[in-house]
């Protein structure tokens, strides 16, 4: 059986070398113990450093160019497959996740979707905003979980995100807009991607599995803060008013609450932290609400979307080389 998994990257020269040693890794382990051949490749999503020139020097990988942001760059790599495995080009694979993934999805016809556990790695900064954003994404920020998945490292059945030319019938009755910016097609993955995969096979067609761990480096600032929230804000609103029969489900799976219990459990520290990003998450809704308004009713020039944060990009554990 032969698995495509793809590693979208957009400016990951930095990045991508210790990620692909990783993936390559728990691609050796996962084929050793499952019956599986895996096609190994990375989407250059208009890169314009050596991110290419890095993954090439890796043996078995190959590299393809797309235009326009990450739902293009997965859809250069889909083909018929009995699932598909999609990664970011800034993360770290423990080498047993691809087969506890994919062993899963090979066990169970049902299941369409499945994450590996998560971890942050430390902050490069000593600042108390870093320790807090690194506090929250290890804790998971004291919330109640949700059947939802993240789109950094997954294994799909079915990947199928409407073209814009798909979308043109929804969008002939919408107004241009300043800020959401419909007219520019999907623009986020994971979000679409869990809402169909939830409506179409119910909450439990999308698992975390265990025995497999990613390491991602979380936003460090406030800056990098406000761009992750803004994002994520923003593709919800434009899925509720692009998608308004998805709404229902995302307000079923996909929104959580503070765990109080958790929260009372912690440490006094963590506790300290989580109210540091509790404020900082505050400003961030206030300057997402003024952002807004700005580029819905002020501005005469759209929204400037998707800009990347920029600390995400840092090497993982020191290394940004590559090994061929």
Not at 31 to 39: K, N
Not at 95 to 124: D, F, H, I, N, Y
Not at 255 to 274: E, H, M, N, Q
Request: hydrophobic share 40%; glycine share 6%; aromatic share 10%.
């Amino acid at each position: 059986m032969r698995v495509p998994l793809a590693l979208t990257a957009k400016n990951e020269e930095r990045a991508i070398g210790a990620c692909l040693e990783s993936v390559l890794e728990a691609v050796r382990v996962a084929e050793t113990r499952l019956p599986i051949r895996f096609d190994v490749q990375v989407v250059c999503d208009d890169c314009t450093d050596r991110t290419a020139e890095v993954a090439r020097s890796f043996a078995r990988v190959r590299t393809v160019e797309s235009h326009g942001g990450i739902v293009e760059a997965q859809r250069a790599a889909v083909r018929e497959a009995p699932f598909l495995v999609f990664s970011d080009a800034d993360i770290r694979v423990e080498p047993g996740t691809l087969e506890a993934m994919c062993g899963a999805m090979l066990e169970e016809p049902r299941l369409q979707v499945a994450v590996p556990q998560k971890s942050p790695l430390p902050p490069s900064r000593r600042t108390l905003l870093a320790e807090a954003l690194h506090a929250y994404n290890r804790t998971d920020g004291f919330q109640t979980p949700r059947r939802w998945f993240n789109g950094r490292f997954f294994a799909i059945r079915r990947w199928q995100i409407p073209t814009l030319e798909e979308l043109r019938p929804r969008l002939e009755s919408m107004a241009r807009d300043g800020f959401y910016n419909f007219h520019a097609g999907m623009k986020i993955d994971d979000i679409y991607l869990s809402r169909k995969a939830a409506i179409e096979h119910g909450p439990g067609a999308i698992r975390e599995v265990a025995g497999g761990r990613i390491w991602f480096r979380p936003p460090e600032t406030f800056e990098g803060m406000y761009r992750t929230y803004r994002r994520m804000r923003m593709e919800i609103e434009r899925l509720n008013l692009l998608f308004p029969e998805t709404a229902d489900a995302h307000a079923r799976w996909g929104v959580r609450g503070i765990d109080r219990k958790a929260l009372r459990r912690a440490s006094g520290r963590d506790r300290r932290l989580w109210r540091v990003f509790q404020m900082a998450l505050g400003l961030c809704r206030a300057r997402y609400r003024a952002e807004r308004f700005y580029y819905r009713h002020l501005s005469r020039t759209p929204c400037p979307a998707w800009e990347p944060v920029v600390e995400s990009k840092l090497p993982i554990f020191g290394a940004s080389g590559s090994r061929a």
